[in-house]
């Protein structure tokens, strides 16, 4: 067996273990920070999916286009696989005051418009919108990752508006 021809001097060695020792905070932060971006992203998406099950609901006959509480339950029960919600938060919401409800971290306001203030109005169209009803969900998320630099609660509002079928 051959000797090998040149040795590591004792300075040399464990330069890898001081490199991965300074990298690995930066690394774990930088895990942390995308894992808490991932958790934002899906509940963004997931009041957006609330927000527009809750506008088909009023939307889907005039005796719903002011039901309030039928929105909100419709709202919670499709965001129940966030953390802060599971099955904690009850339906009916908790608190309803006007087009207002409240469950948990969940508000959903309900407006319903007649002509001019739907969206999509065109009045040159041979059927012009009447009535339409407008969903406003808010979320307020968790921090999964408690650290003082990060950001922390965030309201997410996510806004639609569907046109009320006619009876």
Not at 104 to 129: E, H, K, M
Not at 134 to 148: C, E, H
Request: proline share 8%; with cysteine.
């Amino acid at each position: 067996m051959r000797k090998p021809t040149s040795t590591p001097s004792p300075r040399r060695r464990g330069h890898a273990v001081v490199e991965v020792a300074l990298m690995a905070p930066w690394v774990f932060l930088l895990f942390i920070a995308v894992f808490n971006f991932g958790f934002y992203a899906y509940a963004a998406i997931a009041t957006a999916n609330a927000a527009r099950v809750a506008a088909l609901y009023a939307a889907s006959a005039p005796s719903t286009s002011n039901d309030v509480i039928g929105a909100c339950s419709q709202a919670v029960d499709e965001m129940r696989a966030l953390p802060n919600v599971g099955l904690g938060v009850a339906v009916p919401c908790n608190s309803c005051s006007g087009n207002t409800c409240t469950a948990g971290p969940i508000q959903v306001r309900l407006d319903t418009y007649v002509g001019a203030g739907c969206a999509d109005n065109d009045p040159s169209l041979p059927t012009p919108v009447t009535r339409c009803a407008q969903v406003a969900v808010t979320y307020q998320s968790i921090q999964l990752f408690p650290l003082p630099w990060m950001m922390g609660r965030m309201n997410l509002t996510r806004i639609v508006q569907a046109r009320v079928k006619p009876e």
